[in-house]
């Protein structure tokens, strides 16, 4: 796509590039197109670029890990709250068991009783 034209290449990220077209360019995008023919100035230009896409890439990545540690330190929060909820759920369900628990005791004695009663000579 650039043979016979003017450009400059990126050679980070993902390859962008610049390529002109027509005959007038400003002159520092013309000098952008020069440096292709000058390998010291075109690998400054390059590695200037590839240096702040890593800065950019990282405070993207910042950016991102910050939200999911608010996000996560928000849940954690919320846990104690949560916790507490389940345990006087457990709490209030524990103690219907322990009264049924009773009552199942109770009517087994009675039945005991009634067996033992029903076993005397």
């Known amino acids: 796509m ?7 290449e990126f050679r980070h990220g993902h390859g962008l590039g610049v390529l002109g077209h027509g005959a007038h360019w400003p002159p ?10 000058d390998d010291a100035t075109a690998d400054a230009i390059r590695f ?14 910042l950016a991102a890990a910050s939200h999911t540690i608010r996000s996560l330190s928000a849940s954690l929060a919320a846990e104690p709250a949560e916790n507490e909820r389940l345990r ?17 005791a109770a009517a087994g004695a009675r039945n005991d009783e009634v067996g033992d009663a029903g076993a005397s000579p």
């Not at 650039?2 to 400059?8: C, E, I, K, Q």
């Not at 006087?88 to 199942?104: C, I, M, N, P």
Request: net charge positive; aromatic share 8%; with cysteine.
């Open 28 to 37: 520092k995008v013309a000098a952008l197109f020069a440096a292709t023919n």
């Open 88 to 104: 006087g759920t457990l709490g209030a369900r524990d103690t219907g068991y322990d009264g049924e628990s009773g009552r199942v």
């Open 48 to 61: 200037a670029y590839a240096r702040l896409g890593r800065t950019m890439s990282d405070r993207c990545k």
């Open 2 to 8: 650039s043979a016979g034209r003017p450009h400059f």
